[in-house]
């Protein structure tokens, strides 16, 4: 006799268990809400408590986007997304725009979200106060006494040492002017992104059995001194060498021919937007 299979892998108690940590993260954005994190068929730290998420929330109908680090074809995404459609027959999209569902482990796309998407951001280690206090107990008693004298320390020293904060991704930002929050290994490029985003920001971690959220509209910043503000990754001067595109996040790359440093857009999936719509603009114009 063969055993029926759940939709979206998980019985529904467990969905169910989910979602309801899932709504009081919504319910008190930048809290991190413990949960039952459950046995997955891939690794703990790739991707488990976004994976969780996504087949928590996915309905029939959805349309789901997987991307890691800016690519849609990596082996990460590509194993996402073909455990989610063999178990729940949804459709799958490169395209930011077609995408309910986006699953995506450290980037947030360039293509604008929508207040009908959900964007799920994997997340390794989701308590930013974690590289001075290890102990749990201690960094929840620092949360609820709104206590981050830790956190602005850290930017403190790195000022002292390299002249500058040296975050190079995983900025601590506050949420709703309360909560501290990491916001998962993004680079400082996209956390002016998650400022009043139109769209639900769901952040998961498997290993450390947390979900934690920043809902539409809501007030984010990055943590920063008045005479040193934050500032992002900056490519003043440099444009992608496939479709020409300026301020987006770029990969710096090495051409193994000639030597030369050349820059690349790091979402593969707006890259070939461009391309497309550049090379459908010179066949348009080519008949007018």
Same mark, same amino acid.
């Given at each position: 006799m063969k055993a029926k299979k759940h939709f979206a892998f998980f019985d529904e108690g467990s969905k169910k268990e989910i979602r309801r940590a899932t709504l009081k993260a919504v319910a008190i954005p930048g809290y991190q809400v413990p949960f039952a994190s459950r046995e997955m068929p891939i690794a703990r730290g790739w991707g488990t408590g976004g994976l969780q998420l996504t087949l928590s929330l996915i309905g029939k109908t959805d349309v789901l986007k997987v991307i890691d680090q800016g690519a849609d074809e990596s082996v990460n995404a590509v194993s996402i997304k073909k455990l989610v459609q063999e178990t729940t027959g949804v459709q799958l999209t490169d395209q930011t725009e077609e995408a309910d569902?986006?699953?995506?482990?450290?980037?947030?796309?360039?293509?604008?979200?929508?207040?009908?998407?959900?964007?799920?951001?994997?997340?390794?280690?989701?308590?930013?106060?974690?590289? *001075?206090?290890?102990?749990?107990?201690?960094?929840?008693?620092?949360?609820?006494?709104?206590?981050?004298? +830790?956190?602005?320390?850290?930017?403190?020293?790195?000022? *002292?040492?390299? +002249?500058?904060?040296?975050?190079?991704?995983?900025?601590?930002?506050?949420?709703? +002017?309360?909560?501290?929050?990491?916001?998962?290994?993004?680079?400082?490029?996209?956390?002016?992104?998650?400022?009043?985003?139109?769209?639900?920001?769901?952040? +998961?971690?498997?290993?450390?059995?947390?979900?934690?959220? *920043?809902?539409p509209y809501t007030k984010v910043e990055s943590l920063a001194f008045e005479d040193y503000p934050f500032a992002v990754e900056s490519f003043e001067g440099k444009e992608c060498r496939l479709c020409g595109s300026a301020h987006v996040f770029l990969d710096e790359l090495v051409d193994s021919e000639t030597g030369e440093t050349v820059y690349q857009c790091n979402d593969t999936s707006y890259c070939m937007e461009q391309l497309n719509s550049k090379e459908k603009a010179e066949v348009e114009s080519s008949y007018a």
């Open positions: 569902l986006i699953q995506s482990r450290h980037r947030i796309p360039e293509t604008p979200m929508t207040k009908d998407q959900i964007l799920v951001l994997q997340v390794p280690m989701p308590e930013p106060l974690r590289p *001075v206090e290890a102990r749990e107990y201690m960094t929840k008693r620092m949360h609820a006494e709104d206590d981050y004298s +830790g956190a602005w320390l850290m930017l403190f020293e790195q000022i *002292v040492k390299y +002249g500058k904060t040296a975050t190079a991704a995983d900025h601590p930002v506050y949420v709703n +002017g309360r909560y501290v929050m990491a916001p998962s290994p993004i680079p400082r490029f996209d956390n002016p992104r998650m400022h009043h985003s139109e769209a639900l920001i769901l952040l +998961g971690a498997g290993r450390e059995k947390k979900i934690y959220a *920043v809902p």
